[in-house]
């Protein structure tokens, strides 16, 4: 595997910004690359951090590095700040940069594969977020997504927050007492896809049933089962931290070792 520290201009940021990259070295054997295919562009996993976390994250808090050799999947990390993966209220233009720069940036960078059926995104709560508005916004772009202790609905989080929290949240969303059916609303997203038809990509979700955002997590489960959403859903004992979120990135790259 190759590890890149990743420093580059943002032209929708419009200053300097920065991504960790996992690459393998391509061999027989390895389930991301075909058998003999020595040299193929591998699958892409764009893994995405949570909110008090930055690119660097999940290569310090996890064996992700180790987890991804085994499977030979390319894995992009990028740095959004405290974004929520939106165009901020008050800030920059964050979905904007995660949705149509960042992928390419990174297909002219690296030797990855642009197929929708080796291309996933997965994160942890901010993160969870990020990617089922990616997977819901795009749905022929990404195969799979993954929610690790998501945080998928702000209207709830935001009713629960402390004074600091909720003015971050507004500088973010702005009036979130009108972010229902909005844009950055994954419940009306989803709706949406539902009503239209779509299929969505094949949907991982997971959350400790000691975590704070536990509740909304089962709120959203069951709305996406309501709705035939091709969903998979575990829980565990666990809280809102680096343990669980291990064992959840190790399942997830379990369930895609049947799909790469």
């Not at 997977?135 to 927050?161: C, E, N, Q, V």
């Not at 790259?253 to 799909?259: F, H, V």
Request: proline share 4%.
């Amino acid at each position: 595997m190759a590890l890149i520290s990743c420093d580059f201009f943002s032209e929708v940021l419009g200053f300097s910004t920065a991504m960790t990259v996992i690459l393998p070295r391509p061999s027989k054997g390895q389930i991301g690359v075909q058998e003999g295919a020595l040299g193929g562009k591998p699958p892409v996993l764009y893994l995405l951090h949570g909110y008090s976390d930055n690119h660097t994250a999940w290569l310090r808090y996890s064996s992700i590095e180790r987890y991804a050799a085994k499977l030979g999947i390319a894995v992009v990390m990028p740095n959004v700040h405290l974004s929520y993966y939106t165009d901020m209220k008050s800030g920059g233009k964050y979905w904007t940069f995660i949705s149509e720069e960042l992928p390419s940036v990174v297909e002219s960078f690296f030797h990855i594969s642009t197929k929708r059926t080796r291309t996933f995104v997965a994160g942890l709560s901010m993160g969870g977020y990020g990617a089922f508005k990616l997977a819901f916004t795009y749905p022929d772009r990404f195969a799979g997504a993954a929610s690790f202790s998501g945080g998928l609905d702000i209207l709830s989080m935001y009713r629960k927050a402390t004074k600091q929290q909720k003015k971050l949240l507004k500088n973010t969303f702005g009036d979130i007492e009108k972010l229902p059916g909005s844009f950055n609303d994954l419940y009306s997203m989803a709706h949406n896809l539902y009503e239209e038809g779509v299929k969505s990509p094949m949907l991982y979700q997971c959350c400790g049933t000691d975590d704070f955002l536990y509740e909304d997590n089962l709120r959203f489960r069951d709305f996406l089962k309501q709705r035939d959403f091709n969903l998979f859903y575990e829980e565990a004992p666990g809280t809102h931290d680096w343990n669980f979120w291990d064992m959840a990135i190790q399942r997830y790259l379990l369930l895609l070792s049947g799909t790469l």
